[in-house]
C-alpha cells in the first residue's frame, strides 16, 4: 500500500460470506480514492477469506489480515489499526455498509476543523422489509459546528445523546494508539468503553450533516429484556471502573453514568410491559430487586415505573415491528 493513504477503512469478519461482498463493495466505491481497506478474518470457518481474495485480484487496496484462533470484534479492531497506513481510521461492521460520499465528507470536515473525531448520520436497514429508519441525525443533535470531545463523554454515558457506535465515526490514527484500547472479551459496550478511551484525550470532535452508514437489522434481539439489562448493569460498573481509571469520574459524567442505567432499565421495563402476556406484579417485583441491588441509582420502583409507562409509545412501535419482521 502506498503512502498517500489518507482513510483506512477497517472491517473485522467472522463468517460473514453472504455479507462481507456487499461491505467490500461499499467500501471500494468510495468517492475518495486514496484509502485502503482492512478486512481482519477472526479465523472464519466459511467462504469469507476466499471472498475477499477474489475481490483483492482486481482491488490492489484491500488488504486482508486473518487471526489464527477467534478472538472477537474488539482484537480484531485493534488488529485493523496495528496495521492501518492511513491518517485516519474508519470502522465498517461487516454486515452493513456505507454511502458512497462517507470517507470523504468526514476526512474533508476533519481537515477543515482539526478535529480528530468527525461524526457523520446514521440509518438502520430493515433487511427483510427494506425499510430505511432515520437512526441518528447529527444536524438535529449538535448546534455547534465542533467541540471539545470531552464535554461530550456525559452524553456517551447517559445512552439517549451520542451515538456509542465507533462505526459513525472518523478517527485519527494516531488517536487511537495513543487510547491505548483494550481488547474485551465481550462484544455487548466494546464500542462504549473504547469511545470513552478515545473521547477522553481527544482535542476537538467535529461533526458532518450527511447520512453516511447504513446499519442492518434484521429484527428481535436474541437477548430478553431482563437479559439485557443483565449486560446493562455489567457494563455500567465497568464504565464506573474505567471513568475513575482515566480519572474522569466528575459528579457530572457518575450522574450521566447512572441516568444512563435508568434508562437502560426504563427500556427493560417498557419492553416487559408491551408483551401482553407479561404479569405486570411479576414486573413490578423484578423492578423493586433490581433498584435494591442498585442503590446508586436513587429512584423508588414506583416513579420509575412511572416513567416506564410514558414510555411505553416508542418501545411498543420496535416490539410490534419486532413480530413482524421476525
Given amino acids: 500500500m502506498t503512502s498517500n493513504t489518507l482513510v483506512s477503512i477497517i472491517i473485522p469478519a467472522f463468517n460473514e460470506q453472504s455479507r462481507i461482498k456487499r461491505a467490500?463493495?461499499?467500501?471500494?466505491?468510495?468517492?475518495?480514492?486514496?484509502?485502503?481497506?482492512?478486512?481482519?478474518?477472526d479465523a472464519s470457518t466459511d467462504k469469507t477469506s476466499s471472498i475477499v481474495k477474489d475481490l483483492s485480484?482486481?482491488?490492489?487496496?484491500?488488504?486482508?489480515?486473518?487471526?489464527?484462533?477467534?478472538?472477537g470484534l474488539s482484537h480484531s479492531r485493534i488488529t485493523g489499526i496495528n496495521v492501518a497506513t492511513g491518517s485516519h481510521i474508519m470502522f465498517l461492521d461487516a454486515d452493513d455498509y456505507l454511502q458512497p460520499m462517507a470517507a470523504e465528507r468526514l476526512l474533508q470536515k476533519s481537515q477543515e476543523t482539526g478535529a480528530d473525531i468527525v461524526m457523520m448520520g446514521t440509518r438502520?436497514?430493515?433487511?427483510?422489509?427494506?425499510?430505511?429508519?432515520?437512526?441518528?441525525?447529527?444536524?438535529?443533535?449538535?448546534?455547534?459546528?465542533?467541540?471539545?470531545?470531552?464535554?461530550?463523554?456525559?452524553?456517551?454515558?447517559?445512552?439517549?445523546?451520542?451515538?456509542?457506535s465507533l462505526c459513525d465515526k472518523l478517527y485519527s490514527r494516531q488517536l487511537l494508539i495513543d487510547a491505548q484500547l483494550?481488547?474485551?472479551?465481550?462484544?455487548?459496550?466494546?464500542?462504549?468503553?473504547?469511545?470513552?478511551?478515545?473521547?477522553?484525550?481527544?482535542?476537538?470532535?467535529?461533526?458532518?450533516?450527511?447520512?453516511?452508514?447504513?446499519?442492518?437489522?434484521?429484527?428481535?434481539?436474541?437477548?430478553?429484556?431482563?437479559?439485557?439489562?443483565?449486560?446493562?448493569?455489567?457494563?455500567y460498573y465497568s464504565c464506573r471502573k474505567l471513568l475513575s481509571d482515566l480519572k474522569i469520574d466528575s459528579s457530572e459524567n457518575i450522574q450521566a453514568l447512572n441516568q444512563g442505567a435508568l434508562n437502560a432499565l426504563?427500556?427493560?421495563?417498557?419492553?416487559?410491559?408491551?408483551?401482553?402476556?407479561?404479569?405486570?406484579?411479576?414486573?413490578?417485583?423484578?423492578?423493586?430487586?433490581?433498584?435494591?441491588e442498585m442503590p446508586e441509582l436513587a429512584i423508588d420502583a414506583n416513579s420509575l415505573m412511572s416513567l416506564a409507562k410514558q414510555d411505553l409509545r416508542r418501545h411498543r412501535a420496535f416490539y410490534y415491528m419486532s413480530l413482524l419482521i421476525g
Fill in 57 to 71: 485480484t482486481s482491488e490492489g487496496r484491500i488488504k486482508l489480515v486473518t487471526h489464527d484462533t477467534n478472538k
Fill in 182 to 235: 483494550n481488547a474485551t472479551t465481550d462484544f455487548y459496550g466494546e464500542d462504549m468503553l473504547s469511545n470513552l478511551r478515545i473521547f477522553s484525550i481527544a482535542k476537538k470532535f467535529a461533526w458532518v450533516d450527511y447520512v453516511g452508514y447504513n446499519y442492518l437489522t434484521g429484527g428481535k434481539s436474541a437477548l430478553s429484556p431482563t437479559d439485557l439489562w443483565i449486560k446493562d448493569k455489567e457494563l
Fill in 24 to 41: 467490500l463493495k461499499s467500501a471500494m466505491s468510495q468517492s475518495l480514492r486514496e484509502i485502503e481497506i482492512i478486512v481482519v478474518n
Fill in 124 to 164: 438502520r436497514i430493515v433487511q427483510s422489509l427494506r425499510l430505511p429508519l432515520p437512526l441518528f441525525s447529527p444536524a438535529k443533535y449538535f448546534t455547534d459546528e465542533s467541540m471539545c470531545p470531552t464535554m461530550l463523554i456525559g452524553a456517551l454515558l447517559s445512552k439517549r445523546g451520542l451515538p456509542l
Fill in 266 to 292: 426504563m427500556s427493560a421495563i417498557a419492553r416487559q410491559l408491551c408483551n401482553p402476556f407479561s404479569s405486570r406484579k411479576k414486573i413490578e417485583q423484578w423492578v423493586y430487586q433490581q433498584l435494591n
